[in-house]
């Protein structure tokens, strides 16, 4: 029963980078902020420069996750169904071919 959708929370890596699932993200970024609340109180700061802290935490933890997914799928390399999609991208372009730029077979669309 283990076995059941442990998908959900264990990615497969891809490209070299270990990814990060949604779930695992929300509740790593819940213990941050958390952290910084009790810093904060710890610290006397007050409600404004607490709440900034949190903000500033909350803005660079969701900066790095979505670098984190940008470089996994940059570095994804295409598959068979992608490369048949940029075939028939290519196929159905009104692109001119190379020779015929300035010949009159070229419609005017």
């Known amino acids: 029963m283990l076995g ?8 497969e890596p891809v490209g070299g980078l ?3 699932s949604l779930p695992k993200f929300i509740i790593g970024m819940c213990f941050a902020l958390a952290i910084v609340i ?5 610290g006397g700061a007050s409600l404004g420069t607490t709440l900034f802290r949190v903000i500033g ?8 996750y979505f670098l ?18 940029d075939a028939e991208r290519k196929l159905s372009s009104n692109e001119a071919a190379e020779g015929e730029k300035f010949s009159a077979r070229r419609g005017l669309h």
Request: overall charge positive; some cysteine; charged content about 10%.
């Open 18 to 20: 270990s990814g990060m």
């Open 4 to 11: 059941v959708g442990l998908s959900t929370f264990f990615p």
């Open 68 to 85: 984190l997914v940008f470089a996994m799928v940059a570095r994804n390399a295409p598959t068979p169904a992608d490369k048949i999609r």
């Open 57 to 64: 935490c909350a803005i660079v933890i969701q900066m790095g």
């Open 38 to 42: 009790v810093w904060s109180y710890l």
